[in-house]
């Protein structure tokens, strides 16, 4: 079945450095990628996705390119800001496989310093 | 814009009783779903919803029972709540799960405490 693997966390930085957190998948299909962000109290929410190979997603600073020969989705950002500190949860979404339930990643917490 | 709301959004159970969480969804999304985190975990599916009428388990559903008798409301039973069942309770939706592309809205969350 589909799968989404994303590096373990918490990752910790200072305000401004780059960010990388790494993401792959493995589906029968031919899914949509998504990064979704979860800030402290609240639901998850939608920071970017990318629905064919290639594409690259983006929001806020943030960016992330679907690519299908790595089977790869890592998110980036050139600068974090302190208010960029939450879980940041990978998934997929694979519809032509008859699936209706999207795969979601554990998430990873990002914790930025000033 | 209300989207997908949850209602209570915190609540302290005793062992062994019963209550229904709310989820009600206004962009007539014909997919929803439930999902607990647990602290520091991923999101695991309770249930899951593709149309009014239809319900099914996900991977975590002894202890729930669900509903689904209008395309809006998707309510979640807690039967004979455990503390096993603390958690934070996310309701979700999108529009049809057969486009890969759709986004899926979350609502805000229901935290529950069994004690």
């Known amino acids: 079945g589909d799968s989404v693997t994303q590096m373990e966390g918490p990752v910790t930085l200072s305000e401004e450095a780059f960010l990388t957190i790494n993401c792959t998948y493995t589906?029968?299909?031919?899914?949509?990628l998504f990064w979704y962000v979860q800030y402290p109290g609240e639901g998850l929410q939608l920071l970017l996705k990318?629905?064919?190979?290639?594409d690259k997603g983006s929001n806020k600073g943030f960016e992330a390119t679907y690519r299908k020969e790595t089977t790869s989705f890592h998110l980036e950002k050139g600068s974090v800001q302190v208010s960029d500190s939450a879980v940041y949860f990978c998934?997929?979404?694979?519809?032509?496989?008859?699936?209706?339930?999207?795969?979601f990643g554990r998430g990873t917490s990002l914790i930025v310093h000033p | 814009n209300a989207g997908v709301t949850q209602t209570p959004k915190f609540r302290i159970l005793k062992i062994g009783q019963s209550m229904t969480l709310q989820c009600a969804q206004d962009?007539?999304?014909?997919?929803m779903y439930w999902y607990r985190q647990d602290p520091g975990m991923g999101l695991k599916l309770i249930y899951y919803?593709?149309?009014?009428?239809?319900?099914d388990k996900g991977e975590v559903p002894n202890g729930y029972n669900v509903s689904r008798s209008t395309t809006e409301d998707f309510p979640l039973r807690l039967e004979l709540a455990a503390p096993s069942q603390t958690s934070v309770y996310f309701c979700?939706?999108?529009?049809?799960?057969?486009?890969?592309?759709?986004?899926?809205?979350f609502g805000e969350g229901s935290w529950l405490t069994v004690v």
């Open positions: 962009m007539n999304h014909n997919y």
């Open positions: 589906a029968t299909g031919y899914p949509s």
């Open positions: 998934a997929l979404s694979d519809g032509s496989g008859g699936s209706y339930i999207p795969t």
């Open positions: 979700a939706s999108t529009p049809n799960a057969r486009f890969s592309g759709n986004t899926i809205y």
């Open positions: 919803s593709v149309g009014a009428g239809i319900t």
């Open positions: 990318a629905t064919k190979a290639d």
